[in-house]
């Protein structure tokens, strides 16, 4: 929840929130050239990202030991990457240090910020962090020998053609040997050559695509028993009307070698998209026993596609998931060899060891059924709710409208009246106290009291009959008025009472063609109401206004009088008259 600033300075610029142990402190977009000062001393979570701020000093964050997870992202982005109308021309600035008193530090996002080297003086706790789009051209083994407790580490989009580095990237052969706890590593959009050694057999995780990697050997990959998701797409692209600057591959296409996934056992997705792939050797699968994802699209595969012979060594989980693919064969020309007798499920255990064109597709059916009635009953829910919200708004519309067509389907006419009994019916706020002495004392008393000109007037709380339904007494008094004076105010306008009464005399409009309706407006409601202005055109003289300054006020009850005394109808435009 947000929070108020009780117990740091209002002049701080930036959202502070908590929920469930965290306090969160947003700074994101403030336009800062320096970390602000008031920063609560308990927050866990710092944002700074997409600001101005040049420096980072060991002051910087001074009592903020608290601090769990700092992001300061695009403080100064590339050239090419940042926008046009602000464009960094110096690095951010880190003194060594100035995150090394922050013992519970555990994340720490430093993307986009021009940095030429990982910061020194980091804190022994992190577990995270992002070094992504900035100018790191060089990856030593000094760069990390104090983060012994990484475990995800980003240093993707260093150098490439939208962060062009002009340089060769350089990793140290034991770069990366003293993580021994990594188990996601980004080396993304790199111009990486070859994948780095002496990886971390604890890595799970290993994004190395868009590089200009040509060769993966037997023993660049054998040291990653715990490798889950390997990512080596888009190093040797097809480069036909490629949308960025490409490079082909001086070989056709990159070069794996056939035991170069042996040790893999337990990878689940591996993607080898654009790659310029001919061939796909079933080699490759050979102990590759968990796969799920396999990602060979826009390559030259053609030709490997109609003979196939990769796909008898890629287990197949026969659930439906897969429906898609046997849809696709039952659908298609495409042929491929031993379909029925060498593609085989590996599990569950009712399929295994049985062809995968024989998946029952029916079952799956059932689940899109499962999914139907879900539907279904999401929507009863949601429009059971957007039921009662209207009921709740639009209560005193929908009964008026029930009881007005009830009774013309029983038959029900109007009655006709000779005269009318009173020259106007008050409908006003009889519950708010200044409303009910404005009427009673400054308007009946203007009205009826005077000599020279007198109104009889029909009130509610004086001319109704006792016992009777409000409703009957609405459409009793509204039909022996000649007119029916609205009295507005912001908290009248919003009852039901005032929707009732006011639909009541427009009827009249409707049925007798006498339009009857005055409002007075005792506060500054309806601006913007069409009907509003729409009537202050056509008829100015019923729409009333209680002056503030008493000098105007003798002009009102002129005015109110004549609106009283004249037909709407004579006040309308000519054009109009024979339409009204």
């Known amino acids: 929840m947000l929070l108020s600033g009780a117990w740091f300075p209002k002049t701080l610029p930036c959202d502070v929130t908590s929920a469930e142990g965290t306090v969160t402190v947003d700074c994101t977009d403030r336009r800062l050239t320096e970390v602000p000062r008031g920063i609560p001393g308990n927050a866990t979570n710092l944002t700074l990202s997409i600001n101005n701020i040049p420096h980072i000093y060991p002051t910087s964050f001074d009592r903020l030991e608290n601090l769990q997870e700092i992001d300061f992202r695009c403080n100064c982005m590339p050239v090419k990457l940042g926008p046009k109308n602000h464009v960094c021309t110096r690095p951010l600035q880190i003194q060594n240090g100035s995150f090394a008193a922050l013992k519970r530090l555990k994340s720490l996002y430093l993307d986009a910020n021009q940095l030429v080297e990982v910061p020194r003086g980091l804190p022994a706790t992190l577990t995270l962090l992002s070094l992504e789009a900035n100018r790191i051209f060089s990856i030593q083994k000094a760069s990390f ?56 057999s604890t890595l799970k995780e290993l994004y190395i695509y868009n590089n200009m990697i040509q060769e993966i050997q037997e023993q660049d990959l054998s040291g990653l028993p715990n490798l889950e998701i390997l990512d080596l797409s888009g190093n040797c692209p097809r480069c036909y009307n490629a949308p960025y600057p490409c490079i082909p591959c001086p070989m056709g296409s990159i070069q794996i070698h056939s035991k170069a996934f042996d040790s893999l ?92 064109v024989f998946l029952d597709l029916y079952t799956c059916e059932l689940d899109t059924s499962y999914l139907i009635l879900y539907a279904l009953s999401a929507s009863a829910v949601l429009g059971l709710m957007v039921f009662t919200v209207m009921s709740h708004l639009y209560f005193w519309d929908v009964w008026y ?143 009333l206004e209680w002056p503030t300054n008493p000098q105007s006020q003798p002009y009102f009850w002129h005015c109110l009088k004549n609106a009283i005394a004249t037909s709407n109808s004579l006040a309308y435009n000519k054009l109009l008259q024979e339409t009204v």
């Open 145 to 200: 020998s104090e983060l012994g407790n990484i475990e995800v580490l980003y240093l993707g989009q260093n150098c490439y053609y939208r962060n062009p580095c002009n340089v060769s990237y350089e990793i140290e052969r034991t770069a990366f040997l003293g993580l021994k706890k990594l188990t996601i590593l980004s080396l993304k959009s790199n111009n990486i050559t070859q994948i780095p050694p002496n990886l971390s």
């Open 265 to 356: 056992e337990n990878l689940r997705i591996l993607r080898l998209h654009s790659n310029s792939l001919q061939s796909v050797p079933s080699s490759w699968f050979k102990n590759i026993k968990n796969l799920k994802e396999l990602d060979l699209s826009q390559n030259f595969l053609m030709r490997e596609i109609g003979d196939a012979q990769f796909l008898t060594l890629i287990p197949s989980l026969c659930n439906c998931e897969a429906v898609w693919f046997v849809w696709w064969i039952n659908q298609t020309q495409v042929t491929i060899p031993l379909l029925a007798t060498d593609v085989t499920c590996a599990g569950p255990g009712a399929h295994r060891g049985r062809s995968v």
């Open 401 to 543: 409208s029930y009881h007005y067509c009830t009774a013309k389907l029983k038959g029900y006419r109007r009655l006709s009246s000779p005269a009318a009994c009173y020259d106007a019916f008050i409908a006003y706020d009889s519950e708010d106290p200044a409303v009910n002495e404005w009427v009673l004392q400054e308007l009946v008393e203007r009205l009826e009291n005077q000599k020279a000109r007198q109104f009889n007037l029909c009130l509610e709380g004086r001319d109704w009959l006792p016992g009777q339904p409000v409703f009957d007494n609405l459409s009793q008094s509204i039909q022996l008025s000649k007119k029916t004076i609205f009295v507005l105010t912001h908290r009248y306008i919003r009852s039901g009472r005032f929707k009732t009464t006011f639909y009541m005399a427009h009827q009249r409009l409707l049925d007798e063609k006498m339009d009857v309706i005055i409002l007075i407006f005792l506060e500054k409601v309806l601006q913007k109401s069409r009907y509003v202005r729409l009537r202050k055109r056509l008829c100015r003289s019923s729409v």
